[in-house]
């Protein structure tokens, strides 16, 4: 509740001269009757007329107080805002080809970890639209943009490992990324690559597809995975296709210069996840390097509430005009 003319309360100020100019009257204008002994009139009872007749000076500063309240004009705001969000279109690709069982992230493998880092990736923003591709030895869209955060989570959790292949198309899953976001009118398009293999497969070069997505205006962030060297990777039954307990040492293929060449066509960064720890760094800084924008508008409106006191007034105006013209009339 607030006052919008605040400096017309200044006329409670008359309320005094009105309650002076009443009592000076009072005391010095009462009738008088000559009577030769008063103690038959003394003893009469006081009238109830006279006993309020000073509920005329009462209502009148009454009236007083509720008009200039009026005039003061209260009001009821309520308050809202307006929030505008200049939004990051992200597609992250994520590589599911049969080398990212391997247990260098110990004691989870790289694909575990990966999705673990993505999903944390995700709940940070929530204002962005946000897709997904899965690749192997070919590539999908497993989500398209959305800002159904639950949905892409449980797409994520959901990758069939039996698409795991031993080939890697990367070329292929960034033509598919960008794809998705050819008809994006974002602020800023992004595709947030993580891989751990060379290329391999596919009929698109990844710098042929790097330099389309820059055309498209979109950067590539990359992210190699898995410590260089060998690393331990479980073995898999060739008829069923399941994954054993055993491991074999197997040399890591990343391609780092293939990775760092992409980011730079396209004004991106490289980053190489060596171990979890670091995978949630990289996630972490391409996060704060990718901010979006939101715009918070704040507005207020009022309802007026003055009706109320400027009616309660004129009612107590009225009431005080028929009293003293009636009940409480004074004869001369």
């Known amino acids: 509740m607030r006052l919008k003319d605040p400096l017309f309360l200044l006329l409670l100020i008359f309320a005094i001269p009105m309650v002076w100019v009443y009592i000076r009257r009072e005391r010095h204008s009462q009738a008088a009757v000559r009577f030769s002994d008063l103690s038959v009139i003394r003893k009469l009872p006081r009238s109830a007329i006279i006993q309020w007749r000073h509920c ?3 209502l009148r500063v009454a009236a007083l107080i509720l008009l200039t309240i009026a ?9 809202g805002s307006e929030v505008t969000t200049e939004g990051v279109d992200i597609m992250l690709i994520l590589d ?6 391997s247990l260098d992230f110990m004691p989870d493998n ?3 970890v990966a999705r673990k880092v993505m999903q944390e990736f995700i709940a940070k923003r929530p204002s962005d639209r946000i897709g997904l591709v899965v690749f192997g030895s070919r590539a999908f869209t497993k989500c398209p943009l959305t800002l159904d955060h639950d949905v892409l989570n449980r797409l994520l959790g959901d990758i069939d490992f039996t698409e795991f292949s031993d080939q890697t198309a990367i070329g292929t899953a960034i ?3 960008a794809n998705r976001l050819t008809n994006s009118t974002a602020k800023s398009k992004v595709i947030i690559l993580a891989t751990d293999g060379a290329n391999n497969a596919g009929e698109i070069s990844p710098l042929t597809a790097a330099t389309a997505a820059k055309e498209l205006g979109i950067k590539i962030y990359a992210v190699g995975i898995g410590r260089p060297g060998e690393v331990p990777m479980p073995l898999m039954d060739p008829n069923t296709r399941q994954v054993s307990s055993q491991t074999a040492m197997v040399e890591s293929d990343l391609d780092e210069q293939l990775l760092a060449n992409i980011a730079d066509i396209t004004g991106g960064k490289s980053f190489r996840a060596t171990d979890a720890n670091k995978f949630h760094a990289i996630y972490d800084q391409i996060d704060k390097m990718e901010k979006t924008v939101i715009k918070t ?14 009616w309660a007034g004129f009612i107590l105006i009225l009431l005080e005009f028929l009293l003293r013209y009636t009940r409480f009339r004074r004869i001369p």
Do not use: C, N
């Open 56 to 58: 005329i000076i009462v």
């Open 71 to 79: 005039l003061a004009r209260p009001q009821k705001g309520r308050s």
């Open 96 to 101: 599911i080809s049969y080398s990212m069982h």
């Open 110 to 112: 790289r694909i575990t």
């Open 175 to 177: 033509a598919t990324a």
């Open 297 to 310: 508008k704040v507005y207020s409106t009022f309802d007026e509430r003055f009706y109320a006191w400027l």
